[in-house]
C-alpha cells in the first residue's frame, strides 16, 4: 500500500495548508482519487451551513468493506490485518489476515441476510472488544445495513433507548464479556433492554463467556450456528451492496446538553476518506507498523481508529479486549513487547492512571518498538505528557495530541507524527483541509495569535457530522445555530503566540469523565428517578485520574441518617439508568440550590464550590435564597 497524500515534512505540512485553502475541492479530489470507487463523484461537494446541507463526493458509488479488504486482497491478503490480544494474557492470541478477515466479513454479511437485514436496516451492537466485534461492523457495511454500536458498560435502559430511538429491529451481542477480573453478562442486559422494544426482530449471539443465558424462540439465534449453515451451503463471497457516497454509513449515539443522547450520523465516502487520510498523517503509519489504539469500539474512536481509517490503509492494527490494569498495571507494556507495537494510541485518563500505578510496572519492560504515541479524548495535562514522553516513549517518540469528536469523524486538529513540532498539552495545527477559527461571544471571529474563544470550524470536511438521526433541527440547533455560517464545536479554545490550538474543555453542559462524553442533565435525569430526590444539579470538577469527576447536589425529602449508604442508592440508581460510567464520584445533600429569581440553578456558583474555589463566588445577592450558598459550602463532601 502507498499512500500518495501522506505528508513527509513541515514544508509538505504548509504546502499541503495552503492548497486545502485555496483549492478545498481540488484537494480532497486528489485524496479521493487514491480509493477504490464503484463509479466516481458529479461534484465534490455542496454545502450549506445554515440548513445544514453537506454532501461530499456527489453520485459517487462505492462500498467501504472493498477499501477496507477486497482491495488489499491482491498484493498484501496475507497481512496482518487484526492481532488480538484477549483479555487473559495466558489466552490464545487470534491474528486475522486481510483474506481471513475478508472472509470472515462476508460469512457475516450471508448470516445477516439469512436473517431478513437489508440494505438501509438498523442494527445495534453490544458486544465485547472481539475481533467478532469487527467483523460484524464490517458485514454490516457490506450490506449496507447502519450499525449502531452501543458500549460494553450502558444499561439496559440505554440500550431500550437507542434501539427505540433507530428503530433498529436487529441486534448482535455477546452472552458475556471479559473486562479485567469481571465478567459482564451483555446478553442478560439486552434481554432486560428488549422487554420495551418488542419490534426487535432478531437477535445474533456470539458465545465468548460460556455463561448461561435465555435464548427466545424464534427471535435469537447462534452466531455458530448461523456460521455452520453458511460453511454448509458452501456460500463465501458475498458481493458487496453498492453504496452512494451519501449513504448511511453509521449511527453512533452521543450525549449532548440535554437529557436526550443523539444519533450522530455518518455517511459513506467522505468518512472513508477522511479517517483514511488522517489516519495514515496524524499517525505517518509506514506499511509493516503495528498499530494499537486502545479505545473501545463502542466510542467513534474505535470506529476511525480501530476499524475503518486503519484497515482503509491495509496496517496492522491491535485489537485489546481487555482493561489497562489487568493483571496488573503493566498491561500496556506487557502487550507493546509482546506484539512489538509500534504505534500506541490511548486517552489522557488511562496514561494518569498508569502513571499513579508507580514506575515499577514500566521498568521492567523494553517498550523500544515503539515509534509514535498518541492521546484522544481529554485536554492531557503537562505532567501525564510529560510522563508519557519520558517513561513511555523514553524521550523519543513524537507524541500526538488529536483534537476531535464523534460529530468531526476524524481528528482536527494535532501535530504529525515527527513532520510537524508537538507542544505539550496543545494539539497544536489542524490538518490540511480544516480551517478552525476561535470567536467571542458576539459571534466575532477572534483574529491573530495569543487569543482565546469559542472553537469553530468555519468550512465542511468530508467525515462532518451529517444530521442526528430522526431529527435534524436538533442537529441544526446544536452545532450550526449558535455561530452563523459554522459549526459550533462546544470546546473553548486558546492560540498560542505561535498559532498553536490548546483546548481548555466543554463550554456546554458536558462532561468529560475519563474520556467519555456525559450530560449533566443526562446524570440529574436519572438521580431524580430516585424515590425520594425532589430535585438535583449536577456539575462536573477537576478529578486527578478522570479528568472531570461527577459532583451531585441533591435534595431530598429526608433527611438521611446513614448518608454514604444514601449516596451509594443513588450511584446504583444512576448506574441502572445510564451505566456504571455515570455514577456521581460524590453525593452533597443539601436543603436548597443556588437559583435565581427566575429559577435557573446558578451552575456557575455550583461548579466553583465543587472546584473548591469559593473566594471566587462572584455577586450572590441576586439569588433566591443567598443564605443557601453558605450552608452547601459548609456541607461540602
Ligand atoms: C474532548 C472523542 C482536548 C473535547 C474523539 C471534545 C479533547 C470531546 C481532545 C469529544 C484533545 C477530545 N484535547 N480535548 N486531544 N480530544 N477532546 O465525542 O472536549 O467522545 O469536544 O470524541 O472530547 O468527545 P468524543
Known amino acids: ?64 468493506t472493498e477499501n477496507c479488504l477486497d482491495r488489499h486482497l491482491e498484493n498484501n491478503g496475507d497481512d496482518i490485518a487484526i492481532i488480538w490480544e484477549p483479555n487473559n494474557p495466558n489466552d490464545e492470541v487470534r491474528k486475522l489476515t486481510y483474506k481471513e478477515l475478508h472472509a470472515e466479513v462476508c460469512r457475516f454479511a450471508h448470516i445477516l441476510k439469512n436473517n431478513g437485514v437489508k440494505k438501509g436496516d438498523r442494527i445495534c451492537l453490544y458486544m465485547g472488544m472481539i475481533p467478532e466485534l469487527a467483523i460484524a461492523v464490517l458485514a454490516c457495511a457490506r450490506i449496507g445495513a447502519v450499525h449502531s454500536v452501543i458500549f460494553g458498560g450502558f444499561s439496559a435502559k440505554s440500550i431500550a433507548d437507542r434501539v427505540i430511538d433507530a428503530n433498529a429491529e436487529y441486534i448482535i451481542t455477546c452472552d458475556g464479556a471479559y473486562r479485567g477480573a469481571k465478567e459482564i453478562p451483555l446478553k442478560s442486559v439486552v434481554d432486560d433492554a428488549l422487554t420495551q422494544c418488542p419490534f426487535v426482530k432478531k437477535v445474533i449471539v456470539y458465545e465468548r463467556t460460556g455463561t448461561s443465558v435465555s435464548m427466545i424462540k424464534d427471535r435469537d439465534v447462534w452466531w455458530d450456528d448461523e456460521m455452520q449453515k453458511v460453511i454448509e451451503s458452501g456460500l463465501t463471497d458475498f458481493p458487496a451492496e453498492e453504496m452512494d457516497s451519501e449513504d448511511m454509513l453509521f449511527i453512533l449515539y452521543t450525549s449532548g446538553s440535554t437529557g436526550k443522547p443523539k444519533g450522530v450520523v455518518h ?45 482503509a490503509a491495509g496496517a496492522t492494527g491491535l485489537m485489546f479486549e481487555g482493561v489497562p490494569t489487568w493483571p496488573d498495571a503493566g498491561r500496556f507494556w506487557d502487550i507493546t513487547d509482546k506484539h512489538k507495537v509500534n504505534i500506541l494510541y490511548t486517552a489522557p485518563t488511562a496514561i494518569r492512571s498508569l502513571m499513579a500505578s508507580g514506575l515499577e510496572h514500566v521498568e521492567k519492560h523494553d ?89 469553530c470550524i468555519k468550512f465542511p470536511w468530508p467525515s462532518m457530522i451529517r444530521t442526528t438521526y430522526g431529527d435534524h433541527e436538533r442537529c441544526r440547533q446544536t452545532y450550526f445555530s449558535t455561530y452563523e455560517n459554522k459549526y459550533f464545536t462546544g470546546d473553548g479554545c486558546l492560540r498560542d503566540e505561535d498559532g498553536n490550538y490548546r483546548i481548555t474543555g466543554r463550554v456546554d453542559d458536558v462532561m468529560n469523565v475519563s474520556g467519555h462524553r456525559i450530560g449533566t442533565a443526562e446524570v440529574e435525569n436519572a438521580i431524580n428517578m430516585h424515590d425520594g430526590v425532589i430535585e438535583s444539579a449536577v456539575v462536573g470538577y477537576p478529578h486527578d485520574v478522570k479528568g472531570t469527576g461527577i459532583y451531585a447536589f441533591v435534595i431530598t425529602e429526608h433527611i438521611h441518617h446513614d448518608e454514604d449508604h444514601a449516596r451509594n442508592d443513588i450511584a446504583q440508581t444512576v448506574a441502572r439508568v445510564i451505566g456504571p460510567i455515570a455514577k456521581p464520584d460524590k453525593v452533597q445533600f443539601v436543603t436548597g440550590l443556588p437559583k435565581t429569581r427566575s429559577g435557573k440553578i446558578m451552575r456557575r456558583i455550583l461548579r466553583k464550590i465543587a472546584e473548591g474555589n469559593t473566594d471566587s463566588l462572584g455577586d450572590t445577592s441576586t439569588l433566591l435564597d443567598p443564605a443557601i450558598v453558605d450552608e452547601i459550602i459548609k456541607g461540602k463532601v
Open 1 to 64: 500500500m502507498s499512500y500518495p497524500y501522506q505528508i513527509q515534512d513541515k514544508e509538505g505540512y504548509f504546502t499541503s495548508y495552503e492548497q486545502s485553502v485555496n483549492d478545498p475541492e481540488g484537494f480532497w479530489e486528489n485524496v479521493a482519487n487514491s480509493f477504490l470507487w464503484r463509479k466516481k463523484w458529479d461534484k465534490v461537494l455542496e454545502w450549506d451551513f445554515k440548513t445544514p446541507n453537506i454532501k461530499w463526493f456527489l453520485n459517487a458509488k462505492l462500498n467501504i
Open 367 to 455: 517498550l523500544r518498538s515503539l515509534k509514535v504515541l498518541g492521546s484522544v479524548g481529554e485536554p492531557i495535562n503537562e505532567e501525564a505528557w510529560e510522563w508519557f514522553h519520558k517513561y513511555i516513549g523514553k524521550g523519543k517518540c513524537p507524541i500526538v495530541d488529536t483534537w476531535w469528536q464523534t460529530e468531526t469523524g476524524g481528528i482536527m486538529i494535532s501535530n504529525l507524527a515527527g513532520v510537524t513540532p508537538a507542544k505539550p498539552a496543545h494539539a497544536t495545527l489542524p490538518l490540511p483541509g480544516i480551517q478552525p477559527v476561535l470567536v467571542d461571544e458576539n459571534g466575532n471571529e477572534v483574529e491573530g495569535n495569543g487569543v482565546s474563544g469559542n472553537l
Open 267 to 311: 455517511t459513506c465516502g467522505g468518512y472513508m476518506v477522511y479517517t483514511t487520510y488522517s489516519f495514515v498523517n496524524v499517525f505517518q503509519y509506514k506499511p509493516g507498523d503495528v498499530y494499537f489504539c486502545t479505545a473501545d469500539v463502542g466510542w467513534i474512536t474505535g470506529h476511525s481508529y480501530i476499524i475503518y481509517g486503519p484497515l
